[in-house]
């Protein structure tokens, strides 16, 4: 594919930026499940980990590699700095996909080479184009990337690439690093490419950028008019600092206003072809399971994804709407997926149903796990008349996508008031075997609780963020808590969702504790998962 290819390729960054956020560090389970989500999205490149970062993200992009890059599936590709052991770990990692990506960065903005790689631009310009030669002995799918492009000189940028794509590199990404650029200036520096790189035809030109100034949704889109065919993104925008470009936003963008668009890609206005290759109806659910699984929650109004996005609130609005969609609504919510989740299981539902909706909602769970899941149904099902989509959802990440239940709580008692001082008891199962129990008093219910756990546990930490959601409406609606905890300058989620807040709320501490002690022991791989933040980009 080239650039004058008339559809936008959709690279999902999601495993690798994405996971750079604080506190999103994911396991290998969680990462392959979102591997498979993006698959069935349609994204074109799934960007899968960074392989010489740990060990953790090594296997995770093998895995990924293996079960989802397959024939007829999404590229996997890897990230390696511009160096042979980055780029040999990655050719390893992505050894089993059928179509896999490398891709080497080298920062190429004055301030970087100066202070971070206290390297020339002339060492620069002849490391890059060696090392996408040495990348192109693994795999004919190379991706390069000046990192910081957004603040490099563009005539140093221009030899770079021009050098890079002779040495083989297929795409050429340009990263707006540090969330910098403006629209105007973003696409000039993509049409400053399409005009100065005399092989810039041979390459698709990507992009890549990140929100801190809230513009990376708009830098892309200028960045297509004047030539950028790859856009990386993330779901939901997570990732570094303020995020990455978010997937939905783009790809949304992009649908509803192909008419726009359609020009700069060479057709007509009218044409209904889609401009990327995304089923924007898997986009809701792919968003809400990437924020349950990394405890990153949406903002309720977020674009496309957030709970208001096509909430009608002032009667004006609400009439308008009523008389005809189109005088409030600019897209239809069954196009991101979203109202296909209507009441569909109850009381009587037999293990069948369950298992038949929850792979049609993606989850493909082993037998034990869904047993659990079932259970843990049928006693729902007993409180709530009504189980939904996103019930279903709260149950099986609560039940199976955890953490390794190192402390485990076996009693909760609160007692609390308008006149009472808000009391808690509990019970913990430690991770020796013993069984402890305490109780504490706090400023409110989920405070007491919280100094009961801390007095029995005892692993130092900073509660930096409790929020709960609920999952439906109704009093009898599932809350959704996520806590995050700081210890040692590292962030781990817990997440917990039950019919009872209390509960839910002492759970998702109990979770992100056990998430804390299992890294800091050593007890799983999400201690050597995130070591990635050790490795200087
Ligand atoms: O933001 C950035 O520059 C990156 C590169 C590695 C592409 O993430
Ligand atoms: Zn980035």
Known sequence: MTNQDDRILIFDTTLRDGEQSPGATLNGDEKLAIARALARLGVDVIEAGFPIASRGDFEAV???????????????????????????????ALAPAFNPRIHTFIATSDIHLEYKLRKSRKDVLAIAPEMVAYAKTFTDNVE???????????EFLYQILEAVIDAGATTVNIPDTVGYTTPAEFGGLIKGIKENVPNINQAIISVHGHNDLGLAVANFLEAVKHGARQLECTINGIGERAGNAALEELVMALHVRRQYYN????????SEKPLTNINTKEIYKTSRLVSNLTGLSVQANKAIVGINAFAHESGIHQDGVLKNKLTYEIMDAKSIG?????????????????????????????????????????????????????????????????????????????????????????RIRTPDGQELTDAAIGTGPVDAIYKAINRVADVPNELIEYSVQSVTAGIDAIGEVTIRLRHDGKIYSGHAANTDIIVASARAYVNALNRLYASTNGLTEDAVVSSVETVAL
């Open 263 to 270: 020009p700069f890609l060479g057709r007509p206005a009218d």
């Open 144 to 154: 390069f990337s000046p990192e910081d492009a957004g603040r490099s000189d563009p």
């Open 338 to 426: 979203l109202t296909d989740n209507q009441i569909i299981l109850g009381k009587h539902s037999g293990r069948n149903a369950f298992r038949t909706r929850l792979s049609e909602l993606g989850f493909d769970l082993s037998d034990n796990d869904l047993n659990k899941a079932f259970l843990r149904f049928k006693d729902l099902a007993d409180k709530k008349k009504e189980i939904t989509d996103w019930d279903l959802e709260a149950i099986v990440k609560d039940e199976t996508q955890q953490p390794p239940e190192l402390f485990r709580l076996e009693l909760i008692q609160v007692s609390c008031g308008d006149n009472a001082q808000p009391t808690a008891t509990i």
């Open 62 to 92: 093998q895995r990924i590699a293996g079960e989802v890059g397959i024939e007829g599936g999404p590229s996997i590709c890897g990230l390696a700095r511009a160096m042979k052991g980055d780029i040999e770990a990655a050719g390893k």
